[in-house]
Nanobody, 128 residues
Framework: VQLQASGGGLVQAGDSLRVSCAAS??????????MGWFRQAPGKEREFVAR????????TYADSVKGRFTISRDNTKNMVYLQMNSLKLEDTAVYYC????????????????????WGQGTLVTVSS
């Protein structure tokens, strides 16, 4: 599995931005993976942002982004998206998409250890 994140950039506080993740998979269908987004700010540990189940039926969000961010996936395109609204300065980070090969549920599984594959990250910078 190869994951390629894109769509990051420089935005102002209060703006919206959508980051995307393209998955390249062999031997297994994309819907067989639970998919998540994480982020890592400078000097901080990588933290969970959101997770989506195999058919968009279930999602989990970190409290810090709940109500502002929306995760979704398109299994026909092998894509995962993170729509970020009302961005705040503290949302500045490198955003990583990740694939969980052992569960396609959208519930819980927020620790990095649950994820088997990681993309390279895309930088989101929120300015005042």
């Amino acid at each position: 599995v190869q994951l390629q994140a894109s769509g990051g950039g420089l935005v102002q506080a209060g703006d919206s931005l959508r980051v995307s993740c393209a998955a390249s998979i062999r031997g297994r269908i994309f819907s067989g993976y639970g998919m998540g987004w994480f982020r890592q700010a400078p000097g901080k540990e990588r933290e969970f942002v959101a997770r989506v189940g195999w058919n968009n039926d279930a999602t989990t969000y970190a409290d810090s982004v709940k109500g502002r961010f929306t995760i979704s996936r398109d299994n026909t395109k092998n894509m995962v998206y993170l729509q970020m609204n009302s961005l705040k300065l503290e949302d500045t980070a490198v955003y990583y998409c990740a694939a969980d090969a052992h569960s396609r549920s959208g519930r819980a599984r927020t620790a990095t250890d649950f994820y088997d594959y990681w993309g390279q990250g895309t930088l989101v910078t929120v300015s005042s």
